[in-house]
């Protein structure tokens, strides 16, 4: 059992699309995130959500909008795709937002 | 402004051959600090968190210290399945911070 899922694994799209990427956590966590890691491998936060509500919600173009439709999933919109989302999105859990996160294995994103 | 640096970038080993791993941290108040492990078109996974200065936690032939400004991964008689990328993160201990990564030590371990 994959304790924290994301589909698709590889996404790649058009400028100007809209795309939407699906995470699921069966860990039972209370916690979800979303992260952006670039080329140059340096992960950064995008959203937190705990029970549902938006706790962390750092400098990300209003394109991105996050939907947490219950405790278990945590899915991410992009509104008209730009050459520099391309990256891996990467989805995490944690029990609290204190405790260490458990990530997803990551959705590749090419847009051309 | 919470800020985490891992060096160096890239470390080449021989198996048996051992080494450290840093991380230099800047944060307003430490809650944790945390090593993560990432193999090559995977998620982090866990290692170890650390709270304060002194605190050291093993694992197999991975050892992680930490003190007020920096913190090391020392990989005791590597092996080559240890090769990976190691990402140090640190959190701050105010309401609503997330955890701020380094860029990571790309680690490659020859037989």
């Known amino acids: 059992d994959t304790a924290v899922s994301q589909t698709p694994k590889y996404l790649v799209t058009q400028m100007g699309n809209d795309k939407s990427i699906k995470c699921e956590q069966n860990?039972?966590?209370?916690?979800m995130y979303w992260y952006k890691q670039d080329s140059k491998k340096f992960l950064k936060i995008m959203f937190s959500?705990?029970?549902?509500?938006?706790?962390i919600n750092e400098t990300v173009p209003n394109r991105f909008s996050p939907k947490s439709p219950d405790k278990a999933h945590l899915n991410l919109h992009i509104n008209s795709l730009e050459l520099g989302d391309s990256a891996v999105y990467f989805c995490?859990?944690?029990?609290?937002?204190?405790?260490?996160?458990?990530f997803g294995n990551g959705t590749r994103l090419t847009v051309t | 402004e919470d800020q985490v640096t891992q060096s160096p970038e890239a470390l080449r080993l021989q198996e048996g051959e051992s080494s450290s791993l840093n991380c230099s941290y800047t944060?307003?108040?430490?809650?944790?600090l945390f090593w993560y492990r990432q193999d090559p078109g995977k998620g982090p996974e866990f290692l170890f968190t650390?709270?304060?200065a002194g605190e050291e936690k093993e694992k197999e032939r991975l050892k992680a210290t930490l003190t007020k400004k920096e913190s090391f991964l020392h990989i005791t008689a590597p092996k080559p399945e240890d090769s990976a990328t190691y990402l140090c993160?640190?959190?701050?201990?105010?309401?609503?911070?997330?955890?701020?990564f380094g860029k990571g030590t790309t680690l490659s371990v020859s037989s």
């Open positions: 995490a859990s944690s029990q609290d937002p204190s405790a260490p996160l458990h």
């Open positions: 860990l039972g966590h209370d916690t």
């Open positions: 959500y705990n029970n549902k509500e938006l706790i």
């Open positions: 944060v307003s108040g430490l809650r944790g």
């Open positions: 650390l709270y304060s």
């Open positions: 993160a640190v959190q701050g201990n105010q309401a609503g911070t997330a955890l701020i």
